[in-house]
């Protein structure tokens, strides 16, 4: 089975600085991981995806992400972070041999920036 | 940019009444899916679809639930009799299909707010 882990409720940083929102996975096979935000009241929107290559993704933004395969890891990060940038994050996985592409969610991290 | 959109974006039913959400996906894309997030819980996977049938479901998608693309653009969720349970926003997602026959990313729509009194 399939899991995905936010271990953090809440980030809170002030703007301009490094931001980073934490996510572990477990799949059985290769993973595909993805992140995704979601502004209030607003459908979730596609930041960035690791499937296979280099281990730094890059996405909208100005946001990245880390591949660790070690760790079992996929930590979303921004070096310089804005007050829009406020919001709710969702790291997500599925697994290569599912053909079907079924996504597993984590619980979501809720980022607060301030001013 | 193209995106997905639903309709309506709230829904109030009464307890045992049907509900159909709409969804148009992205015009290109194959694949299709429902999810729903209960307020202040994670995102659920309910349904894939692809090909005019069920791919996967979850156990959360009982007999209550179908699924339709009933033209060549729309795409809906049925609820039959619906629960208080089922109060939650519901997303529509596509995604289109590499020259590998692999998924590619799925974008997802605003939701629907359903709320079953």
């Known amino acids: 089975a399939q899991s995905v882990a936010q271990p953090e409720d809440q980030v809170n940083v002030a703007e301009g600085n490094p931001l980073t929102v934490k996510c572990t996975y477990s799949v059985s096979g290769n993973p595909y991981l993805f992140w995704y935000v979601q502004y209030p009241n607003r459908g979730l929107q596609f930041l960035l995806k690791y499937i296979t290559g280099d281990n730094l993704v890059k ?54 920036v301030t001013p | 940019e193209p995106e997905v959109t639903q309709t309506p974006s709230h829904q109030v039913t009464q307890m045992g009444q049907e509900v159909i959400l709409r969804c148009v996906p ?9 999810y729903r997030q209960i307020l202040g819980q994670k995102v659920e996977f309910l349904v894939s679809f692809y090909n005019n049938e069920i791919s996967e479901k979850s156990e959360i998608f009982d007999d209550q639930f179908s699924v339709e693309r009933p033209d060549g653009s729309n795409f809906t969720l049925k609820i039959r009799s619906t ?13 289109a299909r590499t020259s590998g026959g692999l998924q590619e990313t799925q974008y997802f729509g605003p939701g629907t707010r359903l709320l079953v009194l």
Request: net charge neutral.
């Open chain 2, 83 to 95: 629960k208080l349970e089922d109060s939650a926003m519901y997303f529509c997602a596509s995604s």
């Open chain 1, 59 to 112: 996405g909208s933004y100005g946001f990245e992400a880390e591949f660790n395969k070690s760790q079992t890891s996929f930590h979303l990060k921004k070096p310089s972070a804005l007050v829009s940038d406020s919001a709710l994050y969702f790291c997500a996985v599925r697994s290569i041999p599912d053909s079907w592409g079924k996504l597993q969610f984590g619980a979501g991290t809720q980022v607060v």
């Open chain 2, 26 to 34: 992205i015009s290109n894309h194959l694949y299709f899916y429902w």
